[in-house]
């Protein structure tokens, strides 16, 4: 089992570019998360599907995030334009959706926006 | 809503020594409830969970918890702290929801070991 997946790992950027970020889920699992880590802010849920259809997207903070979800194994998440502020940990994370309940958590996408 | 708090933001302890993590819990109903671990630059890892029956749940990594539903407590325990246990440490509350769940987590609790 290859775990969550993410891509890139490492992300620099200059303000007013365009941003994506990429999962793969764990295959078979039907909710899949967004997460946003910061030191002042700490774990904020940002949206989840659930058989690739959006939720819940109130945490998404402003209209400049917007998240796809096309089909099972894959979802995006992209910022345009970027602002330093968005500087963060994005994490994205799966699991089986009505079931037990238990998040499996990807190595997140380190993002700097300068 | 449910929500969770996790009074202390960093604990130092020895190794070798005990190690109690707190984190209290507000919800409605009968909780899900889970226990992260974050070492530093990595992913969350799930060290345990609790969803009904025995109230003292085993982990990995030797860590345990047991839920007080009198005291909406689920704090994590381990009798003997090793070096590479210092992380930091979220718990979470989850709800069953019609389309799938829902965690929301505590603010964490840095934990630091000294030899």
């Known amino acids: 089992d290859a775990g969550v997946i993410q891509s890139p790992r490492h992300e620099v950027t200059e303000m007013g570019q365009e941003v994506t970020l990429r999962c793969k889920p764990i295959?078979?699992?039907?909710?899949l998360f967004w997460y946003r880590q910061t030191m002042m802010r700490g774990l904020e849920l940002l949206i989840y599907f659930n058989n690739n259809v959006p939720i819940d997207d109130s945490g998404m903070p402003e209209d400049r995030f917007s998240a796809k979800m096309p089909n099972a194994s894959f979802s995006t998440l992209k910022i345009q334009p970027s602002e330093p502020r968005d500087s963060a940990v994005y994490f994205c994370?799966?699991?089986?959706?009505?079931?037990?309940?238990?998040?499996?958590f990807g190595p997140g996408t380190r993002l700097t926006v300068l | 809503a449910q929500s969770v708090t996790q009074p202390d933001i960093h604990i130092t302890v020895s190794e070798g020594a005990s190690l109690e993590l707190r984190c209290n819990y507000s919800y409605g109903a009968t909780p899900y409830l889970f226990w992260y671990v974050q070492s530093p630059g990595q992913g969350l890892q799930l060290l345990l969970k609790y969803f009904s029956g025995d109230t003292l749940v085993q982990g990995i990594k030797g860590f345990e918890a047991e839920f007080k539903r009198s005291q909406s407590s689920f704090n994590l325990r381990k009798p003997s702290v090793h070096w590479s246990d210092a992380a930091e440490y979220f718990c979470a509350v989850g709800a069953m929801a019609e389309y799938g769940n829902k965690l929301v987590f505590g603010a964490g609790t840095i934990l630091r070991v000294k030899s």
């Open positions: 295959s078979g699992h039907n909710s």
């Open positions: 994370a799966s699991s089986l959706g009505l079931a037990a309940g238990e998040q499996f």
